[in-house]
């Protein structure tokens, strides 16, 4: 893990982005849990579907503020 690219995992179900990666899409790791319990890691998610890349800045330029969950 790069120190400037810190978030690469879904700390909820203790599996990184290259694990869910390999999954194959957003809906299969979903449907294992992953983006849904906090939300936190959803955006980052759909960004690694998107570009394939498993590591990003927690403040990435590219991650859109309305997925982040809302209770
Ligand atoms: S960090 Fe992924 S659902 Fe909480």
Redesign the pocket.
């Known amino acids: 893990m790069s120190s400037d690219k810190p978030v690469n995992m879904?700390?909820?179900?203790n599996k990184t982005f290259a694990q869910l990666k390999e999954l194959g899409g957003l809906k299969a790791a979903m449907a294992l849990g992953?983006?849904?319990?906090?939300?936190?890691?959803?955006p980052y998610l759909k960004l690694v579907f998107k570009t394939g890349e498993t590591e990003f800045a927690v403040e990435d330029p590219r991650i859109d503020m309305k997925d982040l969950c809302r209770d």
Do not use: F, K, S, V
């Open positions: 879904c700390a909820c179900m992953a983006g849904r319990e906090c939300c936190g890691c959803l």
